[in-house]
């Protein structure tokens, strides 16, 4: 099938062809031509599937006749992050050079006045957080009334970060004769039921099982001790190997993306940081750098990293496993894209045995041991133990394979510098940052907050000689102090 067959207009064919796209993937192929029919369309894919492409051009086919009215915008996409939702806002730049739309892209941590510039001119399109979105409605600055076309993307993810209540309340903002689509990785129930609400008799188009993991990833499990210092060598000893060229690697919570990206640079490797604390301007600058190979580790909590589209990662390291299996493949599918090859190489604890399983269950596939695999009594030993997977019982801290205890030898990475020891890598406490107002997971309404700072030169303009002061660290937020020590060199050298 062609782009040519799918019924889009003109200036959006001619871009798809100057883009370079060849055919439409398979969810396009499905949900162009039915967006295009004005059917409400549940889309059941993941980010890699050419997913964002399938309602960008067919809204931009719509949205090329009429005319969008001041602080009325005739289209709206709601995203569940920051960077979706700028990466979406890119999508409609690229496929949209040919036509003269008005794009308003409003999330947290930008500031309004320039958001309300845009709003007051007429939008025809609007992407937004639910937060963000609502804070503009209760100041009075929008209004819902003429969207014709109504996008929640990542809708699973919505579900996750407690944003139903808020898309709910949106929706009753919304007429009801528009076109609803809505995109989801996995369909819960709570999902199927929220489809119902919110779709009029939709088209399902489905590309892939949910669960499945593309076939260009290779996947290893290495069996890793729970004590935190061994478990960050064992980190460094991944890392250590050879073909790693660059990786994200993903922790499960703020805090512990803090300490490993703190880590990592103290022994000299190439890292940022990524959790939804930081300031906008840091994370956005944080994923520039690693889309554009300045830094060559990004060290990543789950919402920062949900669907990002970066081209070229070689690994994903889950540094803690997934708390679901559902984002077990989410995370892999960060490398092995567009037919790539790609490997993930997933840190497991005594405790995180258990999870393991549950992982292979939803994949269908057995994951393969990377060194030494755990005993049959670990095994055994680990699936009896009670509790949430992935939380380290309190008595077996040092289990795990021999040469990551203490005392015992361990292999030496091949950029660690001898005689260091784990003590010294940890860094001066950084003066307590001015947090931005919003949590990792709540992008919603709050009172408007200052722009943050934009990080300072130092610490975003990396230098490229390895003598001088290595600058390709960022800051995690904007009044962050990184002591001069963490501003050296890296290790996985560029
Ligand atoms: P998405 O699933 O929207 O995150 O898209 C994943 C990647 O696929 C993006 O880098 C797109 O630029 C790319 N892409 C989207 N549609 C096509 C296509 N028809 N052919 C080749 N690449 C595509």
């Known amino acids: ?56 051009l067919p809204l931009l ?48 941590g930008v500031a309004f006045k320039d958001q309300e510039r845009i709003l007051d001119r007429g939008a025809d399109v609007l992407i937004a957080t639910p937060g963000r979105m609502m804070d503009h409605f209760e100041r009075g600055k929008l209004m819902l009334t003429r969207v014709e076309y109504f996008v929640i993307d990542e809708a ?38 929220l489809a119902e609400k919110f779709l009029q008799n939709p088209v399902r188009v489905e590309v892939a099982r949910a669960a499945t993991t593309a076939n260009t990833i290779t996947q290893k499990v290495v069996y890793a001790p729970s004590g935190h210092k061994e478990k960050r060598q064992c980190l460094r000893d991944i890392l250590g190997g050879s073909e790693v060229k660059n990786a994200i690697i993903f922790a499960n919570r703020k805090k512990d993306v803090e300490i490993i ?37 990004l060290v990543a909590s789950d ?4 669907g990002l589209d970066i081209p070229n990662v070689s690994h994903v390291i889950n540094y803690d496993m997934p708390m679901q299996p559902e984002d077990y493949v989410h995370r892999i599918g960060r490398t092995g894209r567009a037919g790539r090859s790609g490997t993930a190489i997933s840190m497991v604890t005594f405790d995180d045995i258990r ?10 596939q057995p994951i393969e041991w990377q060194g030494e695999a755990p005993s049959e009594d670990d095994f055994e030993a680990s699936s009896k133990i009670r509790g949430r997977a992935g939380r380290p019982s309190r008595n077996n801290a040092h289990r795990g394979p021999d040469r990551y205890k203490l005392g015992a030898d361990s292999r030496k990475p091949a950029n660690r510098k001898s005689g260091k020891t784990e003590k010294a890598e940890r860094p001066a406490r950084p003066a307590r940052q001015e947090r931005p107002a919003r949590t990792e997971n709540a992008d919603v309404a709050k009172p408007a907050q200052p722009e943050p700072k934009a990080p300072t030169n130092e610490t975003a303009k990396p230098k490229a000689s390895a003598k001088k002061h290595d600058k390709d660290i960022i800051a995690f937020g904007a009044h962050d102090h990184i002591p001069d020590f963490l501003l050296r060199s890296s290790g996985l050298t560029k």
Do not use: W
């Open 261 to 297: 990206f703190k880590s990592l640079a103290v022994h000299k490797f190439s890292v940022g940081g990524l959790h939804g604390d930081m300031a906008q301007s840091a994370r956005m600058e944080v994923l520039a750098n690693f889309k554009n190979g300045k830094l060559l580790l």
């Open 1 to 56: 099938m062609l782009f040519s067959d799918l019924g889009l207009s003109k200036k959006v064919t001619e871009t798809i062809e100057e883009v370079g796209y060849t055919e439409p993937t398979p969810i396009q192929a499905a949900a162009i031509p039915e967006i295009l029919k004005a059917r409400d369309v549940l889309g059941i894919a993941q980010t890699g599937t050419g997913k964002t492409a399938s309602f960008t």
């Open 355 to 364: 999870q393991l399983k549950a992982i292979e269950k939803v994949t269908e």
């Open 303 to 306: 919402v920062a990293a949900r």
């Open 61 to 108: 086919t719509k949205l090329e006749t009429g005319r969008a009215r001041a602080r009325m915008p005739r289209s709206l996409i709601l995203c569940p992050t920051r960077e979706l939702a700028a990466q979406v806002f890119e999508n409609f730049e690229k496929y949209g050079k040919r036509q003269k739309l008005s794009v308003a892209l409003l999330i947290g």
């Open 156 to 193: 699973d993810r919505m579900l996750d970060m407690g944003f139903i209540p808020d898309i709910e309340r949106i929706s009753k903002l919304i007429p009801f004769t528009r076109q609803t689509l809505l995109f989801s990785a996995t369909m819960p129930k709570e999902i199927e039921v």
